[in-house]
């Protein structure tokens, strides 16, 4: 009962029903991209097999459709099976909330709770830094929360489809040397397996 609640708090239940170590599958890159994905997933495995001895935050970014999310949730997942606190947001849905939660807006209540979580829970999941409509306001508060997580230890895995050069240009010096500093970061590379798996059900 406390696993499913856990699960059921991390915001992503049903997508790791799907996208878990077990799935995982190399059949979707080939060469130098295999050869970076196989990289990515050994750093992974070892941020969670060393989870609770090595504190570590995690990037990784790259092209569209190459495994960042996937590899993401089966970090997640596992940490989540291991006991530990794990939320997971969107860039997107995290700032929103936290928009919902500092000017109150109507019909979208947010706990102190949730605003809490966000700040100390054993893992915080950032997935596809750079979709969200980037202000002043989302600067603030992504610099907020990551100086926050690296002082209190708490670890965060942060996706994006930007390069590094990307990152730095669109968030503030100050954010791009934290997570410079301070993250492991892993390139992928490769065709949208998005893409690839849903022409492979269409000739089905």
């Known amino acids: 009962a406390i696993l499913d609640f856990s699960y059921e ?18 059949e979707y890159h080939t060469g130098e991209d295999l050869t970076r994905f196989m990289a990515a997933e050994k750093v992974a495995r070892n941020f969670v097999a060393n989870f609770d001895v090595e504190y570590k935050n995690l990037l990784f970014y790259g092209a569209v459709g190459t495994g ?4 993401s949730n089966c970090i997640a997942n596992e940490l ?22 500092k000017f109150k807006k109507s019909g979208k209540e947010v706990s102190e709770r949730t605003m809490s979580d966000i700040y100390n829970c054993d893992l915080l999941v950032i997935d596809d830094l750079g979709t969200e409509l980037t202000n002043q306001f989302v600067i603030t508060e992504l610099f907020s929360i990551l100086n926050e997580r690296y002082l209190n230890r708490k670890s965060t895995v ?6 590094l050069a990307e990152i730095d240009d669109k968030y503030t010096n100050a954010i791009f040397s934290r997570i410079y500093s301070r993250y492991e970061i892993c390139e992928l590379s490769g065709n949208d ?6 022409r492979i059900e269409n000739r089905k």
Do not use: P
């Not at 960042?68 to 590899?71: A, V």
């Not at 397996?193 to 849903?198: G, P, Q, V, W």
């Open 9 to 26: 708090q991390s915001n992503i239940k049903d997508m790791l029903s799907k996208e878990n170590f077990d799935t995982l599958s190399h």
């Open 193 to 198: 397996i998005r893409i690839y798996k849903k």
């Open 158 to 163: 942060i996706s994006s489809n930007y390069s």
């Open 80 to 101: 989540l099976k291991s006991g530990h606190s794990v939320i997971y947001f969107s860039a997107s849905s995290l700032f929103e909330t936290i928009s919902s939660y």
């Open 68 to 71: 960042k999310s996937f590899l």
